[in-house]
């Protein structure tokens, strides 16, 4: 026998009630609070990173690494979870070097998470693994490594802590070097493991391209070591040496005195990283006669044999006078440039004239930037013949009224190396993808020819001559011809606003071998205590340096090919 | 004939599961594998840095003259048996650009 109608209905009101609850969750769950459910649970069984691409290298013309990304740990506490703060501490303390006074106090904040040290060395990460400390953690990040410590600094640059390029390089080239940031959603499971990294590999952002330097290492090397021992001799404010391939405008170093470390930078001024090489204008004195000399020459005012008076060393122009280191009488052409006379080149420049000295000083460069691809140059200082005094013609013949930087003196006297043709200078000579491919390749660029292939070849047998037996003896190397000028420059003394008795500037330019140009070279040495005369302070520099690259470079010396022909 | 119809969804079911949790199984061997892949990458860009800071000419300069007793060679001491340059030059310019520059008018000269 059934149950009676009653209890039937009972039943059943029981039975559709439970539906009706169940049925009004599902509604609930599934439709009104469906979107913040799901969200919830992709909160839980998703996690979302940033994935960034390694940072690109930088390597010489050779492959060898200057600047690379390496990922090293950093390490944070969690304060809230300590047992104990000062324990934790003194262990820290003995691995990171840190004062254990000033870990004890961050571990003590009331927060959950306090970074102790970023980007240590991985070594001391590793023997924080071994501690095993509760509620002190590690993450790993990319850092920037200069593993040749100083060398290259002022032209390499360096980056923040943010790993963007600051300086150098790795400001100029910035977008080329960083790599892919990407926002990537990853699968966990309830262990918070990370479950089947499906598609994965279209995931992994691109590395960021990599940059092939025409620099040498070692020639950098020999620059700089050359640089630091001469700046140390004369007691130097600071010095520049710029090494340079006349035929392409390719720099082979770029040295610049004082140093610094790239891997250090914290604790610096930009002082100290600024790479006077471009940025520094001095006026370049004797130096400026090359190109006094050339115009000349290429507009026929001048021979290697015309004569010049040297006034017995004075000479008045505009009300002031003009003094030679010594008195000279008459001379040739040559003569004055070996001895490097101010009364000749004075004379040379005002039968040159404002118009035709203006329009050489700008067809060789100056007063204009070179485009080096590195951040920072100056334009230097050249002002328009509507605004030369009465002296400045004979001023700016010897190389004062007028700012260059290193760089643009050497692109000048690299024009005569190279038969008349000036060239762009550069320093990354291509970029490559992540897989070594390469995406750029940077070819030498001419910029204009600057007088002709026999002005060219005249001067440089006037330059020879200074060199062999004028003011640039010093800078002779035995078995080869060099040719080359030098130039000695008071400074403006900021005080007084007039020329100073003892801040100088002596620098030589010059190139080698003379009869087939391999290095093109400036050197400056900024107010050098005692003698500072260019043929003193920077010629016997130019000596050291391209007697060890030309050995370095396997160029024979005169007496070789002599040898070798004969056989 | 039911019974083999049974038999054939339990199997689909089992494949179904079975192909499943594998997929889990060989998501955490890929894991594994490319945490040990970045481990090794790891080290090897650390080794790079080492070699690198090793090979420093400034280094090679200090071990050779303060712990192996040798100085640079003096003037004439060198001597290039076979003249080669070790460095050749950089690309030069394209043709075109140097033909341009060579038949330019000098500047200046013109004027």
Redesign the interface.
């Known amino acids: 026998m059934g149950p009676s109608g009653g209890r039937r209905y009972v039943l059943l009101f029981f039975l559709l009630s439970g539906f009706g609850v169940i049925l009004f969750r599902l509604v609930s769950l599934q439709v009104l609070q469906a979107a913040e459910l799901t969200a919830r649970a992709d909160r839980q069984h998703q996690k979302s990173v940033t994935l960034e691409g390694v940072r690109g290298a930088v390597t010489d013309r050779h492959g060898k690494v200057l600047a690379m990304n390496v990922e090293v740990p950093s390490i944070f506490g969690v304060p809230t979870s300590l047992d104990s703060p000062a324990n934790a501490a003194k262990s820290l303390s003995s691995v990171l070097h840190i004062r254990r006074d000033d870990i004890e106090k961050k571990l003590r904040q009331d927060k959950h998470f306090v970074w102790l040290a970023r980007k240590v060395e991985p070594e001391k990460g590793r023997r924080l693994e071994q501690l095993s400390i509760d509620g002190i953690g590690m993450v790993m990040e990319g850092r920037r490594f200069y593993p040749k410590g100083p060398l290259l600094a002022h032209v390499l640059g360096f980056v923040g802590m943010d790993g963007v390029g600051l300086e150098g390089l790795e400001r100029r080239y910035e977008s080329q070097l960083h790599g892919e940031k990407r926002l990537t959603i990853l699968q966990r499971d309830a262990l918070g493991r990370t479950v089947f990294p499906k598609g994965l590999r279209e995931q992994v952002p691109a590395a960021g391209h990599a940059l092939t330097l025409t620099i040498d290492e070692v020639i950098q090397y020999i620059a700089e070591k050359e640089l630091e021992e001469a700046v140390d001799h004369a007691r130097a404010k600071s010095g520049t040496i710029i090494v340079m391939e006349p035929q392409s405008g390719a720099i082979l170093a770029m040295a610049v005195s004082p140093r610094f470390d790239p891997n250090a930078v914290a604790s610096l001024t930009a002082d100290r990283w600024r790479n006077r090489a471009l940025t520094d204008t001095y006026e370049p004195g004797s130096t400026m006669k090359v190109v006094v000399a050339a115009a000349a020459l290429e507009e026929r005012v001048m021979m290697p044999g015309s004569m010049l008076f040297g006034e017995n060393g004075r000479m008045t122009v505009a009300n002031t006078t003009i003094h030679d280191h010594e008195k000279l009488g008459w001379m040739t052409f040559a003569q004055m440039m070996q001895k490097s006379s101010n009364i000749g080149a004075a004379k040379t420049g005002i039968l040159l004239g404002q118009q035709r000295l203006y329009r050489y000083l700008q067809a060789f460069g100056f007063g204009q930037r070179t485009d080096i691809d590195l951040p920072g140059e100056v334009v230097g200082l050249l002002k328009s013949p509507r605004e030369w005094g009465r002296r400045s013609l004979a001023s700016i013949s010897m190389g004062q009224e007028i700012g260059v930087t290193p760089l643009q003196m050497v692109s000048a006297v690299s024009a005569i190396a190279n038969d008349g043709v000036l060239m762009k200078p550069y320093v990354v000579s291509g970029v490559s993808d992540q897989k070594g491919q390469l995406v750029k390749e940077v070819l030498p660029q001419v910029r204009r020819r600057v007088v002709s292939p026999a002005t060219a070849r005249t001067l440089t047998t006037i330059l020879e001559g200074v060199v062999a037996s004028g003011t640039g003896t010093k800078a002779a190397i035995p078995g080869f011809r060099v040719a080359g000028k030098t130039g000695t420059a008071q400074k403006v003394d900021p005080r007084t606003g007039a020329y100073s008795s003892v801040l100088s500037v002596g620098s030589f330019v010059g190139f080698v071998p003379a009869d087939a140009p391999r290095l093109a070279m400036i050197v400056v040495i900024d107010e050098p205590q005692g003698e500072a005369w260019g043929g003193v302070v920077a010629a016997p520099v130019f000596r050291r340096v391209g007697e060890q690259v030309l050995t370095y470079l396997g160029v024979p010396r005169d007496d070789q090919v002599k040898i070798a022909m004969a056989r | 004939m039911k019974a083999v119809a049974v038999v054939a969804a339990m199997c689909l079911v089992f494949a179904f599961v079975w192909e499943r949790v594998d ?2 199984r ?3 061997s ?2 594994r594998l ?1 945490t040990q892949k970045t481990l090794l990458e ?1 080290e090897r ?2 080794l ?3 070699v ?2 090793l ?4 280094r090679i ?1 200090r071990v050779a003259t303060d712990k192996l007793g040798l100085f ?2 003096q ?2 001491q ?3 048996i076979h ?5 050749p ?6 043709v075109e ?2 033909r ?3 038949t ?6 013109a ?1």
């Open positions: 997929v889990v060989l998501g955490y890929i894991e490319k790891r860009d650390q790079q840095v080492k690198s800071a090979t420093a000419p400034e300069a640079p060679p003037q004439g060198v001597f290039i003249p080669q340059p070790s460095v030059l950089l690309a030069t310019a394209p650009h140097l341009i520059a060579r330019m008018p000098v500047l200046g000269g004027k």
